[in-house]
């Protein structure tokens, strides 16, 4: 510092050029440093204390998605060796909120209900009624009614990404009386920052304010502090716990809802029958049930039947994802479109997975599931899972043309297969290898 002062005048420079080098030299690694510390104090503040997140982390076991030769996706192999390449499980996925952004794993729990954390919240609007009461008199009464992706104007929840925290004892910041702690863990829920100012906008740029938004809950909620009353999804009004004192209103100002908006959380005390397809009570051994799916606990894709459709709709769509589909399962190493007669299937620890840790020590054996029928697609997979924007047509038109399989689908496209698990405690692998059990007709039965 000295020595540059001494030389600066030596330089014959102006003064204030001088003293502008002077401080540039000594003030940037202060700033660097304020920068630093405040860019680090943002992230600290976003996670919950004494947890940490389960799910993979900046790493996608479907990166290698897009990569792949078109004689790949051909239907059937030339020469008839079939069975020649095992079936793997690619990837595992739980969508925490119904509709919104998918949490990626190596390993899930699972259990007759579907995936660990799969659809386990979601967000509901107030809708007025007026109804008339007992004397004739008109009464303003309400009802909460689910939103989804389907609900044209909430393409926008595509972009809303939760993430799940759980209690860790060996994290600094534990501490069993902690509310973190007390509720096991939290769902952090991001979404894109609105209405921003000159100020936040120089922010973001400068990585000093995030640019997303976030607001935590409980992953279950402790005891007597939250009421669960009646909230309806599709044909069902289930009661689950009310959320709605944790919503910033700049959630409903980002997805441009202009009602009450509220967060529900599944309770387990109301579980949501699986109809249509499902199994029987006989045949399971336990009444099957769920949370938040649409239909069934389970959701499965063939990597090779979406990589031929991304061919029909790559004019419209040049990458298009997996993730437009909302699967739960990701499988790789079947032809595509093979699933679509499959009736029964297991699971089972590959090579790849038996290494792998998980939870549970008994899961070395597999798990059994039942295919229900196949996945009957409405206009959601037209939602890009990346910007929440909606495609006008596809690929919506071209599963309609395609895809119109199933005689008791009408005239809808079918992609994927639902699935009911015939254990009520397993685990799952990416890695794992899936045997099919048993072939058969599909017909779909609407609930
Ligand atoms: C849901 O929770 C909010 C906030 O705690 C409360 O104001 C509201 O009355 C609750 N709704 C019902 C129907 O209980």
New binding site residues.
Partial sequence: MLRLAAIVPRLDLPVPVSLFIIYSVCLTPVLFLLYNELAGRRTRSRQPRGCRKLGLKSFSNLADEHQYSTNGVKSRSKDGTEGEKKIKVKALISYPIKSCAGVEFNFADGTNTGLMYDRQFAFAEYIETTAKNDDGKKAVAGRWDCRTLRDGKFSKMALIRPEIWVPDPSSPTYSPKAPEVRSKGVLVINFPRTGTGLFTKLGMKLNLCSREESFQVPLFPPDGEY?S?PMRIFSDTPNAY?Y??HIPSSLGAFLGSTKPL?LFRFDPEHPRPVRGNAPTEADLGFKPTMGFPDEYPLQMQNLASIRSMAEKVKYAIPKFTVRRFRPNIVLEGLEAYDEDDWKKMRIVPGPESRVMPSSSSDDKKGVDILVACRTVRCRLPNVDPDTGERHQVEPDKTLKAMRNIDAGADKSGCLGMMLVPVSQKFTIHVGDEVEVLERGEHFYIKE
């Fill in positions: 009421s009353i009310n709605s004192t509220s």
